[in-house]
Structures are given as structure tokens and as C-alpha cells.
């Protein structure tokens, strides 16, 4: 038995494979992802930018049967390739609990948090869309409330993103170890004001704080694009750099 | 005495950190484009419902406000020079002051808001009072960040034997900010026609 | 701790707090002219404010010029409506 223990420690496994490349894949899951989301949500579904939250039911129905067959097919993709943001939530988890001086709580809750996510940051939005284009015989006023509930829900204010970019930043501000740089817990406050802007979006048809708002839609996304480009180049630098020895036991760190 | 010599600063400093005037020069840039908005967009079109919103604001109470704020920044700020000086007690007492003053202003904006709601004045009434709404609404969720901030400042003074000057001067940084920018809110929606 | 009263902060108080006043005052009018005047003193809180309590006038150069260029560019932005 000892001689099977001793085996396995002895072996260098880093000349069979990188021992990164786990870390690697969920890496590149972020660009394959927003990538895709860009393609779903810009090019076909005709989302982003959002159409005008004033039109009337005739332009309304109008929208969505012009753009039925792409919006068709942006949502069945969307529906079969949500899961891959999952992949960028592991990778941030494993680093985070890579942070000395803060509990994995942070982690755990930033892990819940996204996994709700997913539901009302784009796949309600995604839900409602897929039905008015798969079903456009049905009442025309029944279409303008999937209109409204897709777009409201999608631009609107979500709380899980408040709480995914405030534990973001307090695990930065107490990590010991500085792993992520101090600046991008001051850019996840800003995504955090966004968040509560966004709830203007209810109560106005027009204007700068409307869903398609300059400042509720464009700046916002400006802000969580610029967000999510330094969070991924601050990823990309922590997997480069980060000790062999602090991966999985195999490579001869302690865990 | 120069400024210079009454703050101690010796050389070329940057104020805290970097990263807290990468997250200050960003919020100024983000407020700006809540200014623009209000000032620029559709400003042929606005400036009678402008003009005529105005009359239910309550200038005294965001004067007394604005004088609320600007007097917890002088408090801030003596609270870092006295944590130079190294007179702890001191400094806490000014950053307990000064986190009052903006707990006031909050009480106060807070009364000035259910005053509007009690007149049936809300944030969908017409394009001013959206651009009230929301530019006050901002703001005072940046004075609720600036608090938590000035907590952790008294929190480092309490605690440790050798509070750090550089984060007083980064609480200080984010809550001075948050003074200025309610200048030109102040400015903007209650003085100029 | 009145000591810390006498320094140049709380010149810098007495100030703000004039400057505040007189703007406040101007507001009150309501003549055309009166608005820049308005914004120009706020603007020059906003330099006071930025230059002595955040102690910018003892910083490197690229933050003093970035301060000022923010002034700058909301000088112009917010006194454009008034450009006849």
C-alpha cells in the first residue's frame, strides 16, 4: 500500500498535460460565451439594442413577426447554451477561494448567486421571446405582455447582481493576498449602481432612463462590458501565475 | 502655514491609492453623464416644465443640506490630518462628526423627498422631477457608500495600534467626492434657470 | 482639537460656505446671466474641494490634469444650453 502512495506523489505529472488546462477550459468558456450572447442577443434575437418601450401593439407584433425566424433560432440557442456561463462562475470560485483571510462564504455566495442569475438576466427574457416567435397566431395583446415582461425583466434591476458584484468586492478588499487588483472591486460598485438605476425602467417609455435609455441601457452596458473585459484579463494573469504546487494534491501541492 | 505644511504633505503623493482614483475619476465621468442628460438632452423641449418644476423645490432645505455637507468634508479631512499627527482620539471624534453630518443630510433629504410624495410629486410626475428622482436618488446611494466607507475609516482607528493614513486618505477621497458632486446637483436642479 | 480650527481647512470652510451662500442668493434672482455665474462658482467649489481637502494640488501631474479636465468638460457641457 504505501509503495501505490508513494507512486503517485513520486510521478511528475506535469510532463503528461498542462496542469492548468482545466482552469484553461472554463477560462475560454467567458470569450466562447459572450461571443455567442452577442450573436443570440444583438444579431438575431434584435435585443440589444432594445426596441422602444413606447410602440404601439401593431409596431409591437409588427417586431416580432418581421424577426421570427432568427429570433427562432437565437433563442433555441440560447436555451442550449446558457449552461457554458456556469464554466466562468467555477473559474472565479476556485479563484476566490484562492484568497487568504476571507472564508469561502463569499465564494459559496457568489456561486448561488449567479446560478440564480441566469434565470431573470437573460433566460426569462429569452422564454418570453421564444414564445411570441413560436406562437404568433396567438392574441396580439397576449404578445405585447411577452414583449414587456421579456425586455422589463432583462434591463431591469436584479438583485442578484448587486449581491454577486458586492461580494465580489469585499473578498478583493479583504483578500490578504491581493490576488485581484483593488480597482476591479471599485469597478464591480460601480456595476452595482447600475443595478439600481435600472429600476427607472418600469416607471418611464422614453427617455435616457427608459429600457433603451442612454443612461439605464447604453451606460450600463458599457459599464458591465468594461467590467467583464477586466475581469477576464485579471483571470487570464491569476491562472498564468498561479504556483503548480497550489492545484490539485497530484502535483505535489497540499490542499 | 501653506496648505502644504498644514496637511504634511512633503512631495508629489497620490491622495490613498490608484485604485480608489480609478474608482473616484470613473464615478465623476458616470455623474457627468447623469448631468448631461438633464442639461443637454431635449433642453429646448424640457425648459418650461423646467422652469415651472423648479417652484416645488424646497431651496432652503437643500441649501441648509449642501452646508451639511461641505461641513462633514472639513471634518473628514481634519480627521486625516489629525491621524498624521497621530492624535487617534481626535480623528475618530472627527469622522464620527462627520459621518453625523451625513447621516443628517440623509434625514434631511429624506424629509425633502416625502414632502414631494405627500404633494402626490413622484418620480414619473413629468421630466424634471424624473431627473430629481434619479439624480438625488444617486447621490444618496453614494452617501450610503461614503458611510460605509467613513465606518471603516473609525473602524481602523479603533482597532489598530498604527492606523494607516493612506486609508483615511481613501475614505476621505470617496467622501469628498461625494460632497463635490452634490455642488453641482445642488447647482443644476435648484439655482440655475 | 480646536487647534485643527485655525488651519487653512477651515479657511477653506468659511470659503465654500460664502460661496455657497452667494450662489444660493443669485439662485434666488432667476435672471438669464445669473445661471452661469451659478455654475462657475459651483465649478470653483467643486476645484477647491478636489485641490485642497482631497489634496490634489500635492499630486502627480496626470491626476491634477484629469481633475481639471473633468472641471473643464462639465464647464462647457453645462453652460452650452445657455450659448445663444
Known amino acids: 500500500m504505501s509503495t501505490l502512495v508513494s507512486d503517485v506523489t513520486a510521478a511528475p505529472v506535469e510532463a503528461v498535460r498542462n496542469p ?19 450573436l443570440i442577443f444583438v444579431y438575431l434575437g434584435k435585443l440589444m439594442p432594445p426596441p422602444k418601450p413606447g410602440l404601439s401593439q401593431a409596431e409591437i407584433i409588427e417586431f416580432i413577426t418581421s424577426n421570427k425566424d432568427s429570433m427562432q433560432t437565437a433563442w433555441v440557442m440560447l436555451a442550449l447554451t446558457l449552461g457554458t456561463a456556469s464554466l466562468s462562475s467555477g473559474l472565479i470560485i476556485e ?64 438583485g442578484c447582481f448587486v449581491t454577486q458584484y458586492m461580494v465580489f468586492a469585499f473578498a478583493i478588499f479583504l483578500d490578504q493576498r491581493r490576488l485581484f487588483p483593488r480597482w476591479l472591486a471599485y469597478m464591480s460598485i460601480w456595476g ?25 441601457f447604453y451606460l450600463g452596458t458599457v459599464i458591465f462590458v468594461l467590467w467583464e473585459i477586466c475581469l477576464v ?23 | 502655514m501653506t496648505i502644504a505644511q498644514a496637511t504634511q504633505i512633503e512631495s508629489e503623493h497620490v ?24 442639461a443637454c438632452l431635449n433642453r429646448s423641449v424640457n425648459e418650461p416644465v423646467f422652469a415651472a418644476s423648479r417652484h416645488h423645490l424646497n431651496q432652503t432645505l437643500a441649501l441648509v443640506n449642501t452646508l451639511i455637507l461641505l461641513t462633514s468634508s472639513l471634518l473628514i ?29 440623509l434625514l434631511l433629504k ?5 414632502a414631494k410624495l405627500s404633494q402626490g410629486i413622484t418620480l414619473g410626475t413629468n421630466a424634471f422631477f424624473m431627473h430629481y428622482f434619479v439624480m438625488t436618488g444617486v447621490h444618496v446611494l453614494h452617501v450610503l457608500i461614503g458611510l460605509v466607507f467613513l465606518a471603516i475609516l473609525r473602524l481602523e482607528l479603533r482597532t489598530r495600534a498604527q492606523p494607516r493614513v493612506s486609508l483615511m486618505e481613501v475614505g476621505a477621497t470617496y467622501w469628498h467626492m461625494v460632497d463635490f458632486l452634490w455642488f453641482l446637483i445642488f447647482a443644476l436642479l435648484y439655482l440655475m434657470r | 482639537m480646536t487647534a485643527y480650527f485655525r488651519g487653512p481647512l477651515f ?14 442668493l443669485l439662485g434666488l434672482e432667476g435672471k438669464a446671466g445669473v445661471a452661469l455665474i451659478v455654475l462657475l462658482i459651483a465649478l470653483v467649489k467643486c476645484r477647491v474641494v478636489i485641490r485642497t481637502y482631497m489634496e490634489v494640488h500635492a499630486a502627480p501631474r496626470w491626476l491634477r490634469r484629469s481633475c481639471d479636465a473633468w472641471l473643464l468638460g462639465n464647464a462647457l457641457m453645462l453652460s452650452s444650453p445657455y450659448w445663444s
Open chain 1, 233 to 255: 484579463v485579471c483571470l487570464y494573469k491569476l491562472i498564468k501565475h498561479q504556483p503548480v504546487e497550489e492545484l490539485h494534491p497530484a502535483y505535489g501541492g497540499a490542499r
Open chain 1, 95 to 158: 479563484q476566490m477561494k484562492r484568497m487568504k483571510g476571507v472564508s469561502h462564504a463569499f465564494a459559496y455566495t457568489y456561486l448561488t448567486v449567479l446560478a440564480v442569475a441566469a434565470l431573470p438576466g437573460c433566460l426569462f427574457c429569452g422564454i418570453m421571446f421564444a414564445l411570441a416567435a413560436f406562437r404568433p397566431e396567438r392574441d396580439a395583446e397576449l404578445i405585447v405582455l411577452l414583449y414587456d415582461m421579456g425586455l422589463l425583466s432583462f434591463v431591469g434591476s436584479l
Open chain 2, 77 to 105: 479631512a481634519l480627521s486625516v490630518q489629525a491621524t498624521r499627527k497621530r492624535d487617534y482620539r481626535v480623528a475618530t471624534r472627527f469622522v464620527e462628526l462627520g459621518a453625523g453630518c451625513g447621516v443628517l443630510f
Open chain 1, 192 to 216: 452595482l449602481v447600475t443595478e439600481f438605476i435600472a429600476a427607472t425602467i418600469w416607471t418611464f417609455r422614453s427617455g435616457p432612463y427608459a429600457w433603451d435609455g442612454l443612461i439605464s
Open chain 3, 11 to 24: 479657511y477653506t470652510w468659511l470659503f465654500l460656505v460664502s460661496a455657497t451662500l452667494a450662489s444660493a
Open chain 1, 20 to 38: 492548468k488546462l482545466d482552469q484553461w477550459i472554463c477560462w475560454w468558456s467567458i470569450p466562447i460565451f459572450y461571443n455567442l450572447f452577442g
Open chain 2, 110 to 114: 429624506g424629509y425633502e423627498w416625502y
Open chain 2, 15 to 38: 491622495p490613498g491609492d490608484k485604485d480608489v482614483w480609478v474608482f473616484v475619476l470613473g464615478e465623476m465621468v458616470i455623474f457627468s453623464s447623469y448631468f448631461f442628460v438633464y
